[in-house]
C-alpha cells in the first residue's frame, strides 16, 4: 500500500470530463422508454440547461485561466488547455447526440401522440395566414433589425439569447448597400408557439418562433432581398466577480456587477447547420472564437426552451403520475413544538411533505411564547411563504435574524430583492462572512417553555424552497436536542457577530472541523479494517473532488474497507484500481427527483455513525464554504436513513450507473429472472401517496 503514489496523476478523473458524462446520463433518460414521453423531453431540456451553465461556468473559468497563463494543473495534470481541448470533442459529441435524439427520437414520437411541430415546408394555406397576423401582430413590433455597416456596429448580444443573421442584396431607403444585418428575438417572446385548434386540426400542433421569423424575415428589409436568415446563440462567461477584501458592502458591488454578466467573455457559438461557412466564420471573428467554439445544430438553437412544451401540452398519460407527499405521524393540529420536543421529526422529500417546515416557522412567527427566530436563506425562491413568515415575525416585534447569501449563483438578483424586502420589515439581515459562502442549512426558534428558554432547530440538506423540495431528494430534521441546538447557536453567533470559533459538540462545521473530521472517521474505519474487522463507509453528495479525501478513501480501500459511494455527479475518483480502488463502488442514481441529499455513513465496528449535511466533498464545500454535518443519534431513525439514503440505491437495477476504472459509466439492468428494482419509485410507493 505504501509503495502507491496517490498523488498519481492517472488516479485521478478530471472534474469537468465527469461533469459532460452527467450530463450524457440526464439525455440518457430521454431515451428510456420507461419514463413518460413528455417526461423524456424535459430530461432533454434538462441536459442542455445543464450544458449552458457548464459552459457559463466552468468553461468560462479555464477559458479565464488560460488567458492569465495559469499553469498549475489539477490533480489529474491536465493544464486548462489541454481540458478545454478535450471538452470540446466531448461536447460536440454530446451536442450532436442531443440533436439525434430530439429530431430522429422524440420529435416522430410526441408526432405519433399528436403533438407536432410544424414545418414551414408543411403549413397550410391557412396557417400561413394565421402566423403572418401573428407576426405582423405580435413579432413585428418589437423586433429591431440591425443593419451592419460603419454607421451601424454589431449589437451587443445577450448571453443565451435568440438572434438571427441575415444576408442581404440590394440598396436600402438611402441607397446604403449592407451584406449583413443582425435581428434579436427579444426574451419576453415565446420561443415556441401554438397554433389555435381552427388553423390545426389538434390541440397540440407547435410552430417555433425562429421558424415565424425565418418565414417573415424580409418584411423587415422592404426593398431589399435576403439571401439568407440564420439563428444562433451566444453562450458568454456568467460567473460574477466581485474583489470582497477590497468592498465596503457586498449588496451594492453585486448589484453593480450584476448587469455585466449577460455581457460577459463570449465562450461558445451556436449556429443553424445550413449558415455558410464565411457566415459562421463572421461570427466566430467577432466573438474572438475558435471552430473548436463553434456548435452548428440541426434545429433550434435553444432546445432549452422547448420545456415550455411539457407544461403547455395537458396531458397526463405522458407525464408522471401526481401523489401527494406524507405527513410524520406526529405531525397534527397542535403546537408542533410540543411534538418536536417529545420525538425528533425526519422529513424525507419530496415523499414527505415539506410543510412541516413552512408550519414551524409559522408557528413561531405567531407564538406569543417564541422570542427570536433565525435562519439561513440560500435560495428560497421569489415568492417565497417562509418569507412572508419571517417579516410577519419580525412587524409582530419578535427578534428576527436572517443570514442571507446573495452570492448565490445564478439567484443573485433574487436575494438581494429578498434582502432589501426584509431589511425595510425590520428583519435583521447579515451576508454571512466575507470570502465564505453561507450554504448551511439552518433555522432556530428560541421559545420561553413554561418558564425555560426552549431552543428548536430545522436542520436540512436542500434549500428553504417549498418548489424545489417537490423535485429534489433531501432531508430536514426538526429537534430540540439541546446539545444540537446549541451548536446551531453558536454557529448563528459566528455567522452575525464577531470572536473566535467555538468549539461545537455535534456538529461537524466547515470550513473548520468538517474535513478533518471526515478524514478521521475515514481512518477510523481503515484502522478497524487492518484489525481484521469488518468495515463499511458508505456515502451520497452531489459531487467528490477534494483530493484528502479521496486518498484517504483510496487508504481504506487498500487496507480492505469496503467502500460505498452514490455520486450523483463529478466523481474524480477512479475506481476498480488494483491495489488502490478495488473496494471502492461508485454508483450514480438519476430519475424523477434530483439526488440532493448528502449523508455519510460510517460501520465503525457496529458502533455507527451517520451525517446528513448540504456540503458535497468538494474543496469549496470543505474549505470555502460555512457548511455543518448534523448526526442522526436516534437508532431507529438512524437505521432508517441508512437504508432509504444509501443501501436501497445500491440495489436499484433501473436507474443507477455505475462508474467504470476509464471514467465511463455502465448502466445498471435486472439479472436474468430478476425484477427491475427502482430506488425512488419504492420510496413513493412506501412514504407517500397517503393521502
Not at 95 to 116: D, F, S
Not at 138 to 160: E, W
Not at 342 to 363: A, D, K
Request: charged share 25%; with cysteine; glycine share 6%.
Amino acid at each position: 500500500m505504501n509503495a502507491v503514489d496517490l498523488s498519481n496523476p492517472e488516479l485521478y478523473l478530471n472534474r469537468e470530463l465527469s461533469l459532460l458524462e452527467f450530463n450524457r446520463r440526464v439525455l440518457e433518460l430521454a431515451l428510456d422508454e420507461r419514463f413518460p414521453l413528455l417526461e423524456r423531453l424535459r430530461f432533454l431540456c434538462i441536459s442542455s440547461t445543464n450544458l449552458d451553465e457548464f459552459f457559463e461556468v466552468r468553461v468560462g473559468s479555464l477559458r479565464q485561466q488560460v488567458a492569465l497563463n495559469v499553469q498549475t494543473p489539477g490533480p489529474d495534470g491536465l493544464s486548462a488547455q489541454e481540458q478545454l481541448a478535450k471538452i470540446s470533442v466531448g461536447a460536440h459529441e454530446l451536442v450532436a447526440e442531443q440533436y439525434r435524439t430530439l429530431n430522429e427520437v422524440l420529435i416522430p414520437a410526441l408526432a405519433e401522440q399528436e403533438i407536432r411541430f410544424i414545418r414551414r415546408t408543411h403549413w397550410t394555406e391557412e396557417q400561413q395566414r394565421w402566423l403572418r397576423s401573428f407576426f405582423q401582430e405580435q413579432l413585428q413590433p418589437v423586433l429591431s433589425p440591425i443593419g451592419l455597416d460603419p454607421a451601424h456596429p454589431f449589437p451587443r448580444i445577450l448571453n443565451k439569447s435568440l438572434n438571427f443573421i441575415v444576408t442581404l442584396k440590394g440598396k436600402d431607403a438611402f441607397g446604403r448597400e449592407s451584406r449583413r444585418a443582425v435581428v434579436q428575438a427579444p426574451r419576453s417572446l415565446p420561443r415556441v408557439v401554438r397554433l389555435p385548434r381552427e388553423v390545426a386540426g389538434g390541440d397540440n400542433d407547435f410552430v417555433f418562433l425562429s421558424s415565424i421569423l425565418h418565414a417573415h424575415v424580409n418584411e423587415l428589409f422592404q426593398g431589399m432581398k435576403v439571401t439568407g436568415c440564420y439563428q444562433f446563440r451566444l453562450t458568454r462567461n456568467s460567473d460574477l466577480f466581485v474583489r470582497e477584501e477590497e468592498i465596503d458592502d457586498l449588496l451594492n458591488a453585486l448589484e453593480g456587477e450584476l448587469p455585466q454578466r449577460n455581457y460577459g467573455e463570449a465562450v461558445r457559438l451556436e449556429i443553424a447547420d445550413n449558415c455558410p461557412e464565411d457566415d459562421a466564420r463572421f461570427l466566430l471573428a467577432h466573438f474572438h472564437l475558435t471552430e473548436d467554439e463553434l456548435y452548428q445544430v440541426h434545429g433550434l438553437v435553444n432546445l432549452n426552451r422547448l420545456m415550455a412544451v411539457h407544461d403547455l401540452v395537458d396531458r397526463a398519460e405522458l407525464k408522471f403520475p401526481p401523489f401527494i407527499p406524507s405527513l410524520p405521524k406526529a405531525h397534527g393540529s397542535g403546537s408542533i413544538f410540543d411534538a418536536i420536543r417529545q420525538q425528533e421529526l425526519l422529513l424525507h422529500h419530496p415523499y414527505e411533505s415539506f410543510m412541516p417546515v413552512v408550519e414551524f416557522i409559522r408557528q413561531a412567527a405567531r407564538d406569543p411564547d417564541v422570542l427570536a427566530i433565525k435562519q439561513t436563506l440560500y435560495r428560497t425562491g421569489t415568492r417565497s411563504q417562509l418569507v412572508e413568515l419571517l417579516i410577519e415575525a419580525a412587524q409582530a416585534g419578535k427578534e428576527v435574524t436572517v443570514v442571507i447569501e446573495l452570492r448565490a449563483r445564478f439567484d443573485e438578483e433574487a436575494n438581494i430583492e429578498l434582502a432589501n424586502r426584509m431589511q425595510d420589515a425590520g428583519v435583521h439581515i447579515t451576508y454571512g462572512v466575507v470570502g465564505y459562502k453561507t450554504h448551511a442549512k439552518m433555522a432556530l426558534v428560541v421559545r420561553r417553555d413554561n418558564d425555560q428558554i426552549t431552543r428548536y432547530a430545522h436542520l436540512g440538506t436542500g434549500n428553504y424552497h417549498a418548489g424545489t423540495a417537490k423535485a429534489y431528494t433531501d432531508y430536514g430534521l426538526l429537534t430540540a436536542d439541546p446539545v444540537i441546538t446549541e451548536d446551531v447557536h453558536r454557529v448563528f453567533q459566528q455567522l452575525t457577530g464577531l470572536g473566535k470559533v467555538s468549539k461545537l459538540r455535534n456538529l461537524l462545521q466547515a470550513p473548520f472541523t468538517l474535513h478533518p473530521s471526515i478524514i478521521d472517521r475515514i481512518e477510523r474505519e481503515t484502522a478497524i479494517a487492518a484489525a481484521g474487522k469488518p468495515a463499511l463507509i458508505a456515502a451520497r453528495m452531489n459531487s467528490l473532488i477534494e483530493p484528502g479525501v479521496i486518498q484517504a478513501l483510496y487508504h481504506a480501500s487498500s487496507a480492505g474497507v469496503q467502500v460505498q459511494l452514490l455520486v450523483r455527479g463529478i466523481c474524480c475518483l477512479r475506481p476498480g484500481v488494483p491495489g488502490v480502488s478495488e473496494n471502492i463502488e461508485v454508483r450514480s442514481v438519476l430519475g424523477r427527483f434530483l439526488e440532493h441529499s448528502r449523508v455519510f455513513y460510517f460501520a465503525n465496528d457496529g458502533q455507527a455513525e451517520l451525517f446528513m449535511s448540504s456540503a458535497d466533498w468538494m474543496p469549496r464545500n470543505f474549505f470555502r464554504r460555512v457548511e455543518v454535518a448534523f448526526p442522526i443519534k436516534d437508532p431507529k431513525l438512524r437505521e432508517r436513513v441508512a437504508e432509504e439514503s444509501l443501501f436501497c440505491y445500491m440495489r436499484d437495477t433501473c436507474s443507477a450507473w455505475v462508474l467504470q476504472k476509464d471514467g465511463s459509466y455502465q448502466r445498471q439492468q435486472p439479472a436474468p429472472g430478476e425484477p427491475p428494482y427502482s430506488a425512488q419509485e419504492d420510496l413513493l410507493e412506501k412514504l407517500a401517496n397517503k393521502g
